[in-house]
T-cell receptor, first 115, second 114 residues
Framework: AQSVAQPEDQVNVAEGNPLTVKCTYS??????LFWYVQYPNRGLQFLLK??????LVKGSYGFEAEFNKSQTSFHLKKPSALVSDSALYFC?????????????FGTGTRLLVSP | DVKVTQSSRYLVKRTGEKVFLECVQD?????MFWYRQDPGLGLRLIYF???????EKGDIPEGYSVSREKKERFSLILESASTNQTSMYLC?????????????FGPGTRLTVT
């Protein structure tokens, strides 16, 4: 079965420092990978996705993610964190076991950026 | 831009009540999904629909049912609400033809069952 793991419940970083939010995946077939962000009391917003092509994917709000097939990882990164990046981040993978466009989500990582 | 709306942002219901949560999308998407979000558990799929009147169970369908009478509208029904259904409920939609699996989410409904 397809799955993603987000090993950190919370990541703390100071404003201006680089940030990394980790995600590892387990899939059969080619992975379609996603990152979403959720601000307080809001729905999820799409940040970026990897389907094929360059291993470094650029997305919204200055975020990027690096696909690493050998390590089965898809870590979210940003060179310089902002306080406004504080939110809940979800990694997701396509569920390729069905013909429907289902996603399987991780448990989420809370990012806290301190001033 | 895709817009997914949900009928209520906050809802308080009593145990045993029948509860309707509604979701509407304006992009003619074929696929619609209902998730519940709980701390430490992430998003769990309750039901999804790939066409009008068609539905499939997700990972946690017990205690829930759904209805899709029109393409743009997908309703989640709690037949007899219980306190363990207190949660954040998120609706999402995606185009079957896009091939990219990207889902668009509504703002969520925070349901409290007392």
């Amino acid at each position: 079965a397809q799955s993603v793991a987000q090993p950190e419940d919370q990541v703390n970083v100071a404003e201006g420092n680089p940030l990394t939010v980790k995600c590892t995946y387990s899939v059969s077939g080619n992975p379609y990978l996603f990152w979403y962000v959720q601000y307080p009391n809001r729905g999820l917003q799409f940040l970026l996705k990897y389907i094929t092509g360059d291993n470094l994917v650029k997305g919204s709000y200055g975020f990027e993610a690096e696909f690493n097939k050998s390590q089965t990882s898809f870590h979210l990164k940003k060179p310089s964190a902002l306080v406004s990046d504080s939110a809940l981040y979800f990694c997701a993978v396509r569920d390729s076991n069905t013909g429907f466009q289902k996603l399987v989500f991780g448990t989420g990582t809370r990012l806290l950026v301190s001033p | 831009d895709v817009k997914v709306t949900q009928s209520s942002r906050y809802l308080v219901k009593r145990t045993g009540e029948k509860v309707f949560l509604e979701c509407v999308q304006d992009m003619d998407h074929e696929n619609m999904f209902w998730y519940r979000q709980d701390p430490g558990l992430g998003l769990r799929l309750i039901y999804f629909s790939y066409d009008v009147k068609m539905k499939e169970k997700g990972d946690i369908p017990e205690g829930y049912s759904v209805s899709r009478e029109k393409k743009e509208r997908f309703s989640l029904i709690l037949e007899s609400a219980s306190t363990n259904q207190t949660s954040m409920y998120l609706c999402a939609s995606t185009s079957a033809g896009s091939g990219t699996y990207e889902q668009y989410f509504g703002p969520g409904t925070r349901l409290t069952v007392t």
